[in-house]
């Protein structure tokens, strides 16, 4: 009881923990990569490679005047920025980030340090939580006060259920050939390789389902080529205009805090999770669970370059682009992988 | 303790679907509804069914109170006009109705699920196996009408929506 309790806290701590610290990482990698594929040389001044920039920019940020606009609704105004860092940081707990069978601590088993314990909807609850976050920015935009706010929450609502229909219709795929909703049976599911040479990885028969996926995790997100929500160009800074120090690196966090959490649920839905190709599962017990733990890091850390990468290739689109891709592209893809998918599991290929 | 969290729960229910009504901010009407949600499917969750909590979640929350959010802002209704009195014996036949389907609805609960305690921890464990082999095996027939039913209010509401060219 009192163990399991430990179980909880400690994952919940290294959990927001971890999410925290990859805010800053992220930030410097994007100043750092945006300058690296635009050719400049990007913040060098404060550490070694600019490595405290984020530090410095996070004492900028609190020691920022904390404005309340006349005319805004203060409650919601308030409660906006609560919600998008509450929705972000709480999709992460169900993600299984590493091996965590058979782990014993002064001689009592633990359950549930890596693997969330016995969640049996595992990805419908990432799915529920993640489908509330858009209640920040449409509350932000409303609250605001503002007619760029309110266009960029209105924005960012329309965009989020048209993405999210694609995004499920994809999920849907890999739980089929896993025929399971637990994500640490989609891992595991995923183990070995197709005649000793392409990893079981489900991106390999399900590739559309993998970019529909991954296009929409781009909108879910709010990333550029979708980022009309914050259009600097034409909504000064969308739903978030109007937020000032604290508040708006709240939703500065939660944009980094989504786009981990996105890059994590990649590698488990289609990258193989902690599954190292053609070795597997390297020793058992501790050292298995830290070794898989390094491995879905590893992978995790290139899906967030791919990320940013794409942030700082192509250009924004246009609104209705926006909904005609979603629409008239993703969704259909997506269904076309769904009976793809089904075609290759009646024919027992995979 | 589970009864505890259920009385929690069914007491933030009944107290925000009351907020829901009252209240006259469309804004807030939504998201009072939206915590009443999540009493709802923690409700469900606590019964053991997580399936029909994260389905709660998802297709309400997530989907259904957005669009609602969303045209109350396109609309920008601001404040909802207080309903006069202006037709009294209507307002009385609705609520002797309302009163009527209330005691209906209780009675029917307390007959069929007479004790609390033996149906709420843990009904049945791992939902999803069930619901799947419920809706794919015996109810397939309704599941896939139901399906046809959507299909033609969506092609209802495109007719609807199309430009006159």
Same mark, same amino acid.
């Given at each position: ?350 | ?24 901010? #469309?804004?807030?009407?939504? =998201?009072? @509804? /939206? ?5 709802? !499917? $923690?409700?469900?969750?606590? %019964? ?39 037709? #009294?014996?209507?307002?009385? =036949?609705? @609520? /002797? ?5 209330? !005691? $209906?609805?209780?009675?029917? %609960? ?47 509401? /495109? ?7």
């Amino acid at each position: 009881m009192w163990a399991d309790a430990l179980v909880i806290g400690i994952k919940l701590a290294v959990g927001i923990a971890v999410l925290m610290t990859m805010v800053p990482i992220m930030v410097w990698v994007e100043r750092r990569g945006s300058a690296l594929i635009q050719d400049r040389l990007g913040p060098n001044r404060v550490g070694p490679m600019g490595l405290l920039q984020p530090v410095v920019d996070a004492v900028k940020l609190i020691t920022k005047e904390n404005l309340v606009p006349v005319g805004v609704n203060r409650f919601l105004y308030l409660l906006a920025p609560t919600v998008a860092l509450l929705v972000a940081v709480s999709t992460f707990i169900a993600i299984p980030f590493g091996k965590g069978d058979g782990l014993s601590l002064f001689g009592y088993l633990v359950k549930g340090l890596i693997v969330a314990p016995d969640l049996n909807i595992g990805i419908l609850y990432v799915l529920a939580i993640a489908s509330l976050g858009v209640y920040s920015t449409v509350l932000a935009g409303w609250a605001s006060n503002n007619k760029y706010s309110l266009l960029g929450g209105i924005r960012a609502s329309a965009q989020t259920i048209s993405y999210e229909l694609a995004m499920t219709i994809s999920v849907v795929g890999v739980l089929m050939t896993s025929s399971s909703l637990r994500l640490d049976d989609v891992v595991a599911h995923q183990e070995g390789a197709w005649l000793w040479v392409i990893p079981r990885w489900n991106v390999f028969p399900q590739l559309i389902g993998a970019i529909t996926f991954m296009v929409a995790a781009f909108a879910e997100t709010n990333r550029l080529p979708f980022d009309l929500p914050e259009a600097e160009a034409e909504l000064v800074a969308g739903y978030h205009t109007e937020y000032s120090s604290m508040k708006f690196a709240a939703f500065f966090m939660s944009e980094y805090v989504h786009m981990t959490v996105s890059a994590a649920l990649v590698t488990v839905l289609f990258f193989g999770g902690w599954e190292l190709p053609y070795v597997g599962v390297i020793g058992s017990g501790w050292t298995a669970a830290m070794c898989s733990l390094a491995v879905f890091a590893f992978k995790v850390a290139l899906i967030l370059w791919f990320f940013v990468w794409v942030r700082w290739t192509l250009p924004r689109f246009r609104f209705d682009q926006l909904m005609a891709i979603g629409w008239k592209a993703m969704v259909p893809l997506s269904v076309l992988n769904f009976i793809l998918v089904g075609v290759l599991i009646a024919s027992g290929m995979i | 303790m589970v009864t505890y969290v259920f009385l929690v729960a069914a007491g933030l229910a009944v107290v925000f679907s009351l907020v829901a009504i009252v209240h006259r901010s #469309p804004i807030v009407n939504v =998201l009072s @509804l /939206v915590l009443v949600f999540f009493a709802l !499917a $923690a409700i469900f969750a606590i %019964a053991g069914m997580d399936f029909l909590a994260a389905i709660q979640l998802i297709v309400y929350s997530g989907a259904i109170l957005v669009l609602f959010l969303f045209v109350i802002m396109l609309l920008n209704i601001g404040w909802a006009e207080r309903l006069g009195s202006g037709r #009294p014996l209507q307002a009385f =036949l609705g @609520l /002797v109705a309302a009163t009527g389907l209330g !005691a $209906a609805v209780i009675l029917a %609960a307390t007959r069929v699920v007479p004790d609390l305690g033996t149906v709420l921890p843990g009904a049945e464990k791992g939902t999803v196996f069930p619901i799947g082999r419920a809706l794919l095996g015996s109810h397939l027939f309704a599941f896939e009408f139901i399906s046809v039913l959507l299909v033609a209010a969506i092609v209802g509401a /495109v007719y609807l929506a199309r430009r006159d060219d």
